[in-house]
């Protein structure tokens, strides 16, 4: 009797098959070829058409393969361009499947983040011709318009992953990536800012937007999940606390999404104001606990809580504060470009001459300001900006109306929207890769959600034994 063939198991090769493909292709090629490069082009042909054929191995490679490529922000290497080459095959591949029949309901609630995406495309594709009129190479406009080419890659990745991955796969490759992320980012701020020595100072895409979209969505598990609350509200204050350990009081606007989300949620008062006090009592036992413990990690508790406790003085005398002053000083520099373009600005990767404290000039095309987004896109982009946030509120009334009971994904875009709104008080979001990451997988779950509800609401009850 014939084994009966799962929907899209037939004609699909197994996974131990192609790795094994690989390999071989790879030492075949550095024995034979002597060119590198030229040796590991069987090898990337092969990983196209893996990850053209593989939901999997698409969310590995634009997730956790930004996470290794991106990490420096300086230079455009081979690295990153097989990895850009990578994520257009990839998204190629996505946006064949956005229109199956399985994917129309995701696509129906998602409209207005493709109209959102248009509106993000049309942007940088004006940015190009002013940046190129401004002098600015077409590999320095590139470097600097990557993070958003991802963004106005995720409402296609979104679907794509929603609809061929579990749940539980997506909140792993959420948890595991924010995670990575978060610690990268807190290696490396402490090291830039003397809080600590550690040994390795970056190992992956440092990120604060990344581990901000699994802080909100664990702050709304434990606020809608009535078995696993205290799991993930333990998950929410473990990455909080790590995210205020390497001191930077960006970590603050995280607070905004358990406000957001208690007020969006539809928990009763009691409940809201119950957990949320859970909420911070857990955070201050983690608190009190891992600042016995934090010494070890090579990072000075003196400097961090010196660091939070100077906020006070730092608002009412800013110019005492090392931090406001650099900022100032980009942020001068961020008004020259715009009052030299106001209307379409200087375009990304055009080049800052910044002044340090200590004297040194160095040209960046990152400054930390958040007037850097209006320096390099100007007026029509602040609209292009505008109309980006309106379709994306469209895309979350959607997701919010009535119907089967859902999952908490939807108020963690809520909680992550609030984080990214306080954020850009600070610094134009867009510029932290992890952003379109942390987007992409909050879209997904909620899509997923979205699909699971409706599928039990579907599922013809059991018949009763009759007694």
């Known amino acids: 009797m014939m084994r009966p063939v799962a929907v899209g198991e037939q004609g699909r090769p197994p996974v131990p098959l192609l790795v094994g493909i690989l390999g071989v292709l790879c030492i075949s090629g550095l024995a034979l070829v002597p060119d590198p490069l030229i040796a590991v082009l069987p090898l990337g042909a092969l990983v196209a058409v893996l990850v053209a054929a593989s939901v999997q191995a698409r969310a590995v490679l634009v997730v956790f393969g930004g996470l290794a490529v991106l990490q420096s922000s300086q230079g455009f290497g081979a690295t990153k361009l097989a990895y850009f080459l990578g994520v257009a095959v990839a998204f190629g591949a996505a946006l064949t499947n956005v229109r199956k029949p399985a994917h129309t309901e995701s696509y129906a609630h998602s409209k207005p983040l493709f109209r959102a995406s248009v509106v993000l495309f049309s942007l940088l594709l004006l940015s190009f011709v002013v940046a190129r009129v401004h002098g600015t190479t077409t590999v320095s406009w590139l470097r600097d318009a990557a993070p958003y080419l991802l963004a106005v890659c995720v409402p296609a990745f979104a679907i794509d992953v929603s609809t061929r991955m579990s749940r539980r796969r997506l909140l792993w490759v959420l948890v595991v990536g924010g995670v990575i992320s978060g610690t990268s980012f807190t290696f490396e701020f402490a ?45 929410a204050a473990a990455v909080l606390a790590l995210v205020v350990l390497s001191g930077t009081r960006s970590a603050l606007t995280f607070i905004a999404a358990p406000i957001a989300i208690l007020f969006a949620s539809r928990l009763s008062f009691f409940a809201r104001t119950l957990r949320f006090f859970a909420f911070v009592a857990v955070v201050a036992l983690i608190g009190l606990v891992g600042i016995h413990y934090v010494s070890r990690l090579g990072i000075s508790t003196t400097a961090l809580t010196q660091r939070f406790s100077s906020l006070p ?22 008004l020259q470009a715009y009052h030299s373009s106001p209307l379409l600005g200087v375009g990304p ?85 992890g952003f379109a990451f942390g987007l992409l997988l909050l879209i997904a779950l909620s899509l997923r959600e979205r699909i699971d509800a409706g599928s039990k609401s579907t599922r013809p009850a059991e018949p009763r034994e009759l007694r």
């Open 313 to 334: 003085a730092v608002l009412s005398h800013p110019v005492s504060d090392q931090s406001y002053v650099e900022r100032r000083s980009q942020q001068e520099l961020a």
């Open 349 to 433: 990767g055009h080049l800052f001459p910044y002044t340090d404290l200590s004297g040194n000039t160095v040209f960046v095309f990152t400054i930390d300001t958040p007037l850097s987004f209006l320096a390099k896109f100007g007026l029509v982009g602040l609209a292009a900006l505008a109309a980006w946030a309106y379709f994306v509120l469209m895309f979350l009334r959607r997701i919010r109306t009535p119907g089967p009971e859902l999952g908490p994904a939807r108020f963690a875009l809520i909680g992550y929207f609030a984080i990214v709104a306080g954020y850009t008080l600070l610094n134009s979001p867009f510029e932290d890769k």
């Open 191 to 235: 090291s830039r800012h003397a809080l600590a020595t550690p040994a390795i100072t970056r190992f992956a895409l440092p990120s604060l937007l990344f581990p901000g979209a699994l802080f909100a969505y664990a702050i709304s598990a434990s606020f809608q999940r009535p078995r696993s609350w205290r799991r993930w509200m333990l998950i």
